[in-house]
């Protein structure tokens, strides 16, 4: 997914995070040679996501969640969206975007699914 997006946006516009030691190595040396060396790739949980590195204007979650960590909509740009994976069994794909108007400041802008 990193390459793809990376390929799209260019590298120095993709972040990567896994929590697992092993996969971010692998991650990294795939990357690096299919050109993709700009693309970061760090090692940790990812609810948290990359504050140091917000606003973002896109978040991809790849693991199913009931719904999004608020550290990663925090972290998104007004008008920025983040699209994941929603429950535990059978998911459905969901987009939110970063409303300021809403009231809590964030609405559900699209769901698909089911998805496996």
Do not use: M, W
């Not at 997914?1 to 040396?29: C, F, K, M, N, W």
């Not at 948290?48 to 608020?70: F, T």
């Amino acid at each position: 997914t990193a390459a793809v997006l990376a390929e799209i946006l260019g590298g120095r516009h993709v972040h990567a995070l896994d929590i697992a030691r092993p996969q971010v190595y692998r991650a990294r040396s795939n990357l690096e040679a299919a050109g993709y060396g700009e693309v970061l790739v760090d090692c940790q949980e990812g609810s948290s996501g990359l504050p140091e590195y917000a606003p973002y204007d896109r978040i991809l979650i790849e693991a199913g969640v009931v719904e999004p960590p608020r550290p990663l909509l925090e972290q998104l740009a007004d008008g920025g969206r983040i699209v994941f994976p929603k429950g535990n069994g059978d998911q459905t794909l969901v987009a939110v975007t970063r409303d300021p108007d809403a009231p809590d400041g964030y609405r559900r802008v699209d769901e698909r699914g089911p998805v496996k």
